[in-house]
């Protein structure tokens, strides 16, 4: 068995080896280290299915009162290691753009760092998904906003680029000073920073209320700038518009979903709190229709994907007002499929004609797999059914229902009809529009195969979902009959 914490640190390894072979291999093609780097990820991949028990987080001292194990942490971990390895490969085809436009005179500079800032990132988000405090929260969250603010910014030739990075340092800087002061007025009305022990502090009925919902409003203006909820999601569009598109798939899939598990831990003491859900479906309300309004005029498809990246926030916001955890977890998961495919498409179109919705004209012709890739993606991300992305916002609207959230339900069928429009414009392009060149695109057999992968599990997904809604059950299971025995 191995120990849950071993993880982080073979990552952690994993990329310092591959900045040591950067620095002192100079003569090899640097496009094998990212090739390393998604046989080590998938070794610790393999590796998270033989952890060991982590301790009981409600007795926890020491370590592991920052630190859990638990069904949710373990899932995500899986979960942010496989989309590291999807967008290795994206990195992988990027290859040319990075060599074209990081300003150096060598053909393999900097390639290796390209490749090892995400694993670092990787590392992050692990510790995220596992942090149950506050202290280590903020760590672990700027370990993977460092690690962002080099990628969105690196290819540094490209004036978009050097925007994006202006734009994505100084909002993520803002983000992190609200996240400081609200953790100290917590800690200041608490003396705690363990989310726990906070739980059980906000229970104490001579708690200072009005102090302790001013650091809880602090804290989610912070996290709404990380999962890019309304209003705090200014960046969003002209980051992901100007960053490298393997850097954007990253963040808008990895970064979202820790941003997300952050949330609903620290939601669980701060509910207690007066108004506090009425907050959280007014936030949910404004994502889900500014992100798909915004989305309806879209003519670049980076910028297309960046608002429904926001409206999807929406829908996610929706599940986390009932805590509904299941059905963000389900929706989470079809989302990173839905969006990894959309880019893994966009980075190979992309480098043949350009990143407008026009550029895909005529796509079913010149490379039939690719379009039939993008096809799958888009009516997911629309959510027809027997696509992962229809069981997704079924589950969500059911939660609603269940909680009698009306208003949300209403909101969310509105706008997903708002949805159907704008990425059905994609797929009329590629289906019904002549195409401006004849030449066929070529894909790399690691592409097609992760594409392949990527349709396969959204349609089994939209099919049939319970593998998702069983693995926290099943983990679950496995863990309390553990401390059972071990008893």
Same mark, same amino acid.
């Not at 987080?57 to 069904?71: L, N, V």
């Not at 290859?95 to 990787?122: D, H, K, M, W, Y």
């Not at 059905?327 to 990894?340: D, E, G, N, S």
């Given at each position: ?26 003569? &090899? ?68 753009? #990075? ?16 490749? =090892? ?34 990628? #969105? ?80 999601? &200014?960046? #969003? ?19 979202? =979903? ?21 907050? &959280? ?38 599940? #986390? ?128 195969? =992760? ?19 069983? =693995? ?16």
């Amino acid at each position: 068995m191995i120990a849950p914490p071993s993880l982080e640190i073979a990552v952690l390894v994993l990329g310092m080896v591959i900045l040591m072979f950067e620095a002192f291999a100079g003569n &090899i093609d640097k496009r094998s280290l990212g090739l390393g780097g998604i046989v080590g990820l998938a070794i610790v991949f393999i590796g998270s299915f033989m952890l060991a028990p982590s301790a009981n987080a409600e007795h926890a001292t020491g370590f592991w009162s920052f630190y859990t194990a638990d069904p949710l942490s373990i899932f995500f971990k899986r979960f942010v290691l496989l989309t590291t390895i999807v967008v290795m490969i994206m990195m992988i085809d990027y290859a040319p753009v #990075v060599r074209n436009s990081v300003g150096t005179t060598t053909t393999q500079s900097a390639l290796g760092e390209f490749f =090892a800032l995400p694993i670092f990132t990787c590392a992050g988000l692990m510790y995220i998904v596992s942090a149950i405090d506050f202290v280590m929260i903020f760590v672990s969250i700027e370990l993977v906003t460092i690690s962002f603010y080099v990628l #969105v910014s690196f290819t540094r030739k490209n004036p978009a680029t050097l925007e994006a990075g202006v734009k994505y340092l100084i909002l993520g800087a803002v983000a992190t000073a609200f996240l400081v002061y609200g953790i100290a007025w917590i800690f200041g009305v608490t003396g705690e920073t363990n989310l726990q022990r906070i739980s059980a502090a906000f229970a104490n009925p001579g708690i200072e209320r009005p102090a302790a919902l001013f650091g809880a409003l602090l804290i989610l203006v912070s996290l709404g700038f990380k999962i890019a909820a309304v209003p705090f999601q &200014i960046w #969003v569009p002209d980051v992901y518009q100007g960053a490298p598109t393997p850097v954007t798939a990253y963040l808008s899939v990895g970064s979202k =979903a820790a941003g997300f598990v952050v949330l609903l831990r620290v939601l669980r003491p701060f509910m207690m709190l007066p108004k506090m859900e009425r907050l &959280i479906v007014l936030i949910a309300l404004l994502t889900v229709v500014y992100g798909n309004l915004a989305a309806l005029p879209q003519s670049n498809l980076k910028r297309l994907l960046a608002y429904s990246s926001i409206a999807h926030a929406g829908y996610l916001l929706i599940g #986390v007002a009932c805590l509904a955890g299941p059905a963000v977890t389900f929706y989470l998961v079809a989302y990173l499929l839905m969006t990894l495919l959309s880019f893994a498409v966009l980075i190979v179109v992309a480098q043949q004609t350009g990143e407008q919705i026009s550029d895909f004209d005529g796509l079913a012709k010149r490379s039939p797999f690719l379009a039939f890739a993008m096809l799958i993606a888009m009516v997911s991300l629309a959510g027809l059914p027997f696509t992962a992305g229809f069981f997704g916002k079924f589950f969500i609207f059911a939660a609603a229902i269940e909680h009698h959230q009306t208003a949300l339900v209403v909101a969310g069928v509105i706008t997903v009809a708002c949805g159907f429009y704008y990425y059905l414009k994609v797929i009329r392009a590629m289906y019904w529009q002549p195409a401006a060149k004849t030449d066929t695109i070529p894909v790399s057999s690691l592409s097609r195969l =992760a594409m392949t992968g990527l349709i396969v599990a959204i349609i089994w997904l939209g099919i049939y979902p319970q593998p998702i809604l069983n =693995a926290l059950k099943t983990q679950r299971e496995r863990v309390t009959a553990t401390s059972i025995t071990s008893r």
